[in-house]
């Protein structure tokens, strides 16, 4: 069987780190054959990719099975299309788009034959399959709250200074909210399910020299009753990164490092019912249940994708599912503009004009041409 061939649009930190996981050989049976990007690469040269300075003639060089896309936010719906439109097969960095209403049109351009997944790799952490497992299968019982303090993703000036799209909404739709902890709150709904409620507080501004939220709080009720906080930040240092989520039989708890099980004898509703002890409480049992495996995030979910395609093996990371985690976040952000709740699902229609109105008067900032040092290895939380 021949290597799928992969094409990458887009060659900045991210679409190399990606190229990388190919050469390396940690994405099988996998080339690499055409790239684009405004002006040539040395590694794509490298390894003896052809280049391409437009998008659409590398998608129309019959040169590729599949696409990457890893470029700025406000390009994936163009390019998205585009290769939707060719019936070529699409694997987008996140988010889907920069809004809710950017991913659905997506969405409805997929064809019955196209498989289009989303860089959601966070999916394939161990410490957050085994979340889901212990969830799924009711070890800890019903749902009753979520926690999760992440504000460890600090970035100092230069971070966005470097860009010219980075946190504004026209180049992303967002901030922290829509780069760094998309991954986070996609883990949250993947683990807990989607709330029926936000209500949101940011801040814009508020630490660095952006127009976007680099801090976020968001209050979530679910389905079943219980309810959630998230908070997030890019200006705080140290940051905190501590998810709990607390059933009905017990708790998990993760704070970065260490994975934590609690579980109640018996279940706090059974207990509470029960007991006769005015000031009792559940046995509890405490267990430290951190898994010892590393895995390579990216490069599961691009192997994962072209086992798809060849395979027809399910998605870890449908593009489908990238509306759930941008809903979550257009929400927290539609709240802290209109200082008011909102219910989910979300009125994607509403929310595009709303975004509309701060797209009018944002614009791509100049870029610095200060030179960064860059270690991809610490933009991973």
């Known amino acids: 069987m021949s290597d799928f061939r992969l094409g990458v649009v887009g060659l900045g930190n991210i679409g190399q780190q990606h190229i990388k996981h190919v050469i390396n050989g940690d994405v099988k049976n996998c080339t690499v054959t055409a790239v684009a990007s405004r002006a040539p690469n040395e590694l794509a040269q490298s390894i003896g990719a052809q280049h391409?300075?437009?998008?659409?003639?590398?998608?129309?060089?019959?040169?590729c099975d599949g696409v990457l896309v890893?470029?700025?936010?406000?390009?994936h719906l163009e390019m998205g299309l585009y290769v939707l439109s060719k019936g070529i097969h699409l694997l987008m960095e996140k988010p889907i788009g920069l809004s809710v209403a950017e991913g659905e049109q997506l969405l409805a351009a997929v064809g019955p034959k196209q498989v289009f997944g989303l860089m959601l790799n966070q999916r394939v952490s161990p410490v957050f399959t085994q979340m889901k497992n212990l969830i799924d299968t009711g070890v800890i019982g019903e749902l009753q709250r979520t926690h999760w303090t992440m504000t460890n993703w600090f970035r100092p000036e230069v971070y966005f200074q470097v860009s010219d799209w980075r946190a504004t909404w026209h180049g992303e739709g967002g901030g922290l909210l829509v780069n760094q902890c998309i991954h986070n709150v996609d883990i949250l709904q993947w683990l807990c399910g989607?709330?029926?409620?936000?209500?949101?507080?940011?801040?814009?501004?508020?630490?660095?020299?952006?127009?976007?939220?680099?801090?976020?709080?968001?209050?979530?009720?679910?389905?079943?009753?219980?309810?959630?906080?998230?908070?997030?930040?890019?200006?705080?240092?140290?940051?905190?990164?501590?998810?709990?989520?607390?059933g009905d039989k017990g708790m998990l708890s993760f704070d970065g490092e260490r994975l934590t099980l609690t579980l109640n004898a018996p279940s706090t509703s059974?207990?509470?019912?029960?007991?006769?002890?005015?000031?009792?409480?559940?046995?509890?049992?405490?267990q430290d249940i951190t898994p010892t495996e590393d895995v390579n995030q990216h490069a599961v979910v691009i192997n994962n994708f072209i086992e798809a395609t060849l395979n027809q093996q399910s998605?870890?990371?449908?593009?489908?599912?990238?509306?759930?985690?941008?809903?979550?976040?257009?929400?927290?952000?539609w709240s802290a503009w209109t200082k008011q709740g909102i219910v989910l699902p979300l009125d994607s229609g509403g929310y595009q004009q709303a975004l509309n109105k701060?797209?009018?008067?944002?614009?791509?900032?100049?870029?610095?041409?200060?030179?960064?040092?860059?270690?991809?290895?610490?933009?991973?939380?």
């Open 52 to 63: 391409f300075t437009c998008y659409r003639a590398l998608v129309d060089s019959g040169l």
């Open 70 to 75: 890893a470029t700025p936010t406000m390009e």
């Open 194 to 246: 989607m709330p029926v409620f936000i209500q949101g507080f940011c801040g814009f501004g508020k630490y660095h020299d952006i127009e976007v939220e680099d801090e976020a709080t968001a209050y979530f009720e679910y389905p079943n009753g219980a309810t959630g906080v998230f908070i997030g930040s890019t200006g705080e240092s140290p940051g905190v990164n501590r998810l709990e989520i607390v």
């Open 270 to 286: 059974v207990y509470n019912r029960e007991t006769k002890d005015m000031f009792g409480q559940p046995e509890k049992s405490v």
């Open 315 to 333: 998605l870890i990371a449908p593009a489908e599912e990238g509306i759930k985690s941008l809903s979550i976040a257009n929400a927290i952000l």
């Open 358 to 381: 701060k797209l009018v008067h944002s614009r791509l900032r100049t870029k610095s041409n200060v030179k960064a040092n860059i270690d991809m290895g610490a933009s991973y939380r």
